[in-house]
């Protein structure tokens, strides 16, 4: 059963009934409404490896959820089959920054993927877009519309004491890791931030780029590798996806391609998704998976959380 019929929306509806304003838009114009075809052609565009065709028969809908400049934040999801329990929920999120092509490309070949074989063990939900401000700038840029870093935005623990404070010491104000004036400032943070809380995800994958290497945070044991990417922790930091949903006790894992502009090979690309999934049908979900769930008691997305 699918749990986001009363979330998405058409994207003009949406932005009719005024739901795009983000933080500082008070009073503003609300920009022109994005029809979901002409947010693939913007997407398309930009990425010559998205085909506008592909993106447009994908699946993708609306949310409720608008990025700063007003774009639809995009989602497509898999859902539960009649015959069979999914043995977990997994949240796959590409493009949390604008100047990583390849996290964005890759999604859409992972949906291409799962679009033939997807057989129920997982529900799936993937988010293949997270900053569209950032990527559709003539420059793309690796913040969003307001020069915040979504993925040093997120309200962690200790976010101003060690997050904002690092930021201000360790990278002396560097822009393109500006964590935000407060935790959670940012339009594209705060639906990201209530889709965790609404469908629970048992393992959370966010695919970046160009440190070539997989990344992990949370509780349980992180894959050796993905295709022919190692495991490297990096550490964890106060405003970062990871920092913030392992406190819930679900793992993250990060996944750094080696090209933020080039794609790996079709053999690689099957070759992560296949050690992907292998990792989740033996590490997921985890017994302590159970926090977020004491956090967010209740239904998965009902229709009266969507009564806004």
Same mark, same amino acid.
């Given at each position: 059963m699918k749990i986001f019929s009363v979330w998405v929306v058409s994207c003009i509806l949406a932005? /009719?009934? /005024?739901? &795009?304003?983000?933080?500082g838009r008070a009073g503003a114009e609300p920009p022109a409404p994005v029809s979901l075809d002409q947010a693939c052609q913007a997407i398309s565009g930009k990425l010559a490896s998205v085909d506008f065709e592909g993106c447009r028969q994908s699946g993708l809908l609306c949310t409720h959820a608008f990025s700063s #400049?007003?774009?639809?934040?995009?989602?497509?999801?898999?859902?539960?089959?009649?015959?069979?329990?999914?043995?977990?929920?997994?949240?796959?999120? /590409?493009? %949390? &920054? /604008?100047? #990583?092509y390849s996290s964005i490309s890759i999604i859409f070949k992972w949906m291409e993927i799962l679009d033939v074989h997807h057989s129920g063990l997982f529900h799936w939900v993937f988010v293949p877009l997270l900053n569209p401000d950032g990527l559709l700038r003539e420059n793309s840029t690796r %913040?969003?519309?307001?020069?915040?870093?979504?993925?040093?935005?997120?309200?962690?623990?200790?976010?101003?004491?060690?997050?904002?404070?690092?930021?201000?010491? %360790?990278?002396?104000?560097n822009p393109r890791y500006y964590p935000g004036p407060q935790a959670m400032s940012e339009p594209e943070t705060q639906f990201l931030v209530e889709l965790i809380?609404?469908?629970?995800?048992?393992? *959370?994958?966010?695919? &970046?780029?160009?440190?070539?290497?997989v990344d992990y945070d949370g509780p349980g044991t992180p894959p050796k590798s993905l295709g022919s990417l190692p495991l490297r922790k990096l550490g964890n930091y106060p405003g970062t996806l990871g920092n913030y949903a392992s406190d819930f006790g679900v793992?993250?894992?990060?996944?750094?391609?080696?090209?933020?502009?080039?794609?790996?090979?079709?053999? #690689? *690309?099957?070759?992560?998704?296949?050690?992907?999934?292998?990792?989740l049908v033996h590490s997921t979900p985890l017994p302590s998976w159970g926090v977020i769930e004491a956090h967010n008691p209740g239904p998965l997305l009902d229709e009266a959380f969507f009564a806004k």
């Open positions: 932005m /009719g009934l /005024g739901l &795009h304003a983000g933080p #400049e007003g774009f639809p934040l995009l989602l497509k999801e898999y859902p539960p089959l009649a015959h069979r329990e999914p043995q977990s929920r997994v949240l796959v999120l /590409g493009g %949390t &920054h /604008g100047d #990583e %913040t969003n519309h307001r020069g915040v870093d979504i993925n040093r935005n997120f309200p962690s623990p200790l976010w101003l004491e060690v997050g904002y404070q690092r930021w201000v010491d %360790t990278v002396r104000r809380q609404r469908f629970r995800p048992h393992a *959370i994958i966010s695919v &970046h780029a160009p440190l070539g290497l793992p993250v894992i990060t996944l750094e391609l080696e090209s933020a502009g080039r794609l790996p090979s079709h053999s #690689e *690309i099957s070759a992560m998704w296949r050690d992907l999934v292998r990792w």
